[in-house]
């Protein structure tokens, strides 16, 4: 039997145990494990296993992981994600869809904070939904707004989606970084004109909400201004050059923890919660890292992504087609599989076709970030779909999945536009400092 066949029934192996619901990272050690034995040796396999656990564990890079997730559950402790919602509800919540809008702005500044997509869809969620509930927003475009803001969590940086994409790629945190920021808020901006379109359209669907005084304003602003200094200090040194992304994570995280105890929202509860909820998750990303690494080296020696690379790159079509079929794929796969679980799977097959044709790194990157994002809220897995039915158990499955059926669109029209215009995510990382 030729390596070939061995890989691909080992591919087939592993989609089986996804059906199964084995985790990913077991489903993938498992395959990864078994499929090394086979086509080198178990000594080979073990060994293997014991070097890139220990070359991940021992990694300076991966300390970004922990950090911004810290600084994430630190900052939802401490009541800095309803700051951030008062202060765009302050804003523009008197206007139709403002409830919304001001949601999917809550989403991205949650986002900035935490790089997690789930957390920033849950805790947006227990923010928002209530709020527009109480103003009789259509359950399609309130679950809707929440399930499609929080997938800018793996968009804006900082981003978990992006760190395991330079882990898997040996590209640049801290570029890739920058390259989220501009696509982060032209999405973010795409979503509140797409509110307030179908606002507009049908009046019952987001009517406005009570106008505030301007000292309101100004304090709810306020409010969100010592999380406005933490962004920019974290993203503003990457990009001038004072901080590496690994020192940003530790300035950014202490700051956040500063913050909550100089205004005395942390207690020590919070903090002990924070923290643990912090150890579970990056125990759960360095666990998919280390079967991907496994996994991996597996794929290389049944030679099926040097046989993909040479096909697509052999297709008698132009550069630009065969990257639309590459997205296509991440499209559909994003129907049935988890986004961590596509993107360590798929990279070592489709990254050598990319860099093959010529194409920049750091872009296709952001592009397929965005359709991770698209999987995120596809039927029938959808995590931040089951996320925000979790928050809102009276919304029934079905009119969410329709809620999210115009944003969804939308992140295709952003993915669109950046494969026209590729310099919206190059020129921060082209200009970076440092």
């Known amino acids: 039997m030729s390596a070939t066949v061995i890989g691909l029934l080992g591919l087939v192996a592993l989609f089986v145990l996804f059906a199964l619901r084995v985790p990913v990272a077991f489903a993938m050690f498992t395959v990864g494990l078994v499929g090394v034995s086979v086509l080198a040796s178990p000594s080979n396999a073990l060994n293997l296993l014991a070097s890139e656990t220990f070359t991940l564990a021992s990694s300076a890079e991966l300390i970004v992981v922990p950090l911004f997730i810290l600084m994430g559950n630190v900052a939802t402790e401490s009541g800095m994600s309803r700051r951030l919602y008062d202060a765009a509800y302050a804003l523009i919540g008197s206007v139709k869809g403002g409830l919304a809008s001001a949601t999917i702005i809550g989403c991205g500044g949650f986002a900035a904070l935490c790089g997690s997509s789930v ?47 330079a882990i898997l790629t040996q590209q640049s945190i801290g570029r890739l970084f920058l390259a989220g920021v501009l696509p982060g808020i032209m999405l973010l901006i795409m979503f509140i004109i797409l509110i307030t379109a179908l606002s507009y359209l049908w009046p019952d669907y987001g009517p406005p909400g009570p106008r505030t005084s301007w000292r309101e304003k100004s304090a709810a602003l306020l409010g969100a201004v010592p999380i406005l200094v933490i962004v920019l200090l974290t993203i503003g040194g990457i990009y001038l050059g004072f901080f590496s992304p690994v020192e940003a994570a530790a300035v950014g995280a202490g700051l956040v923890i500063l913050s909550g105890a100089v205004t005395r929202q942390l207690k020590f509860d919070g903090l002990y919660r924070a923290l643990r909820d912090s150890i579970v998750t990056t125990a759960t990303v360095m666990l998919i890292l280390i079967s991907a690494h496994l996994l991996n080296p597996f794929l290389a020696l049944s030679r099926i992504p040097h046989e993909i690379a040479g096909f697509l790159t052999g297709l008698d079509v132009g550069p630009t087609v065969v990257l639309a079929l590459i997205l296509a794929c991440y499209m559909v796969l994003g129907l049935f599989l988890e986004g961590f679980a596509m993107l360590v799977l798929t990279m070592p097959i489709f990254f050598p076709a990319v860099m093959a044709l010529g194409f920049d790194p750091i872009w296709f990157g952001v592009l397929v970030v965005i359709t991770l994002e698209m999987g995120l809220i596809s039927p029938p897995v959808g995590v931040n779909v089951f996320i925000v039915k979790s928050v809102a158990p009276h919304v029934p499955l079905r009119d969410i999945f329709v809620g999210v059926a115009p944003f969804w669109l939308v992140m295709l029209l952003a993915v669109i536009i950046l494969v026209l215009f590729p310099q919206i995510a190059l020129y921060l990382p082209s200009t970076m400092i440092g």
């Open 119 to 165: 957390a920033s869809a849950l805790t947006m969620g227990r923010v928002s939904l209530a709020e527009m509930d109480r103003f009789n927003y259509s359950p399609k475009l309130s679950t809707g707004a929440v399930a499609a803001g929080g997938t800018l969590g793996i968009l804006i940086p900082p981003s978990t989606g992006f760190v395991v994409y």
